[in-house]
């Protein structure tokens, strides 16, 4: 895989200092049972790293301690690693949010078959990668099969409650472009993810977050051997907009590596730029328990108008609706 932090470093990017916390987002693990082309992670069946019961422990100290409102997990397929329902069933004992990002295929892998009822039972928001409602489109970016997989579990994920009225069981659907192009705005395409999967497969969900493809790990290295990189890169800073630096996530959230080390966002782990406190040039969660990082500035480079191009792009989605 090619590097792209050498291309992306000498970007200057407007300075960003962290606000309040209240999201912990933590990275169980790269294990996934997919390989998808925009993965930012870069992850597979065969990567190793994984969260131990230890580094789980100092996440829920930390929870506890900090009074943290939302933890977010993801991965890899986070629900492969062996302490993840551990981890979901602590934080919600404590009244925390938690969200899980979701391939939704992993609910046809093998002993993964109560994960549905698992979620539901722990009230746990989803948040899973649909990238197209059309099947070629997804199987093109996420394998052979992804689809139908992919429908067989939102179906399942209804049928225990999930994106149903009334049920208070959140199912949130992620949207990413194939190549290097911009989002389209994020209501249109809601509704016609809403019209399609509801007509043609009877499927319903809470709401459709768009993101841009961020130009690093395997989507970035994929641009450098097509020649895209830095038409990608210029196609990203022409459209930045200077609104959506107060929405960007590493204001108010953390992330946080399978050894428990802590990063200013995911992007920042996938590119290996640890938040820096002081002279600490890597932090871990363990040393955050009771030191407080409202004001620290977060580490920014030309990857970070991936998150505020056009209409802006967090892991809640759009910030702005777009009229384009
Ligand atoms: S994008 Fe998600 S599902 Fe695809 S390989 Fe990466 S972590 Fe797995
Ligand atoms: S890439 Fe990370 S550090 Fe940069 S703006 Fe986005 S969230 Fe902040």
Redesign the pocket.
Known sequence: MRDTWPLLKNIPFPAIHRGRLDTLQVNVGYR?????L???????PHRTEEMSGAVADTVLAFLERRRIFTLDI????PELNPHLRRLVVAARVMGVRVMD?C?L?ILEVAGQEDLADFLASQQVEITA?MPCYLQDNVDRQ?GKGVFDGSIRALKRLNAVGYGRDGSGLVLNLVYNPQGPSLPPPQAALEADYRRVLGENYGIKFNQLYTLANMPIQRFGSMLISKGEFDRYLTMLRDAHRPENLDGVMCRNLISVDWRGFVYDCDFNQMLDLPLTRAANTRVHLSDLLDDEIEGNPVRVAGHCFGCTAGQGSSCGGAFIEAAE
């Open positions: 996934c049972n997919q390989s998808c925009h993965c930012h992670v870069g992850a597979s993801t991965g890899g397929a990002r391939n295929t990668s996420r």
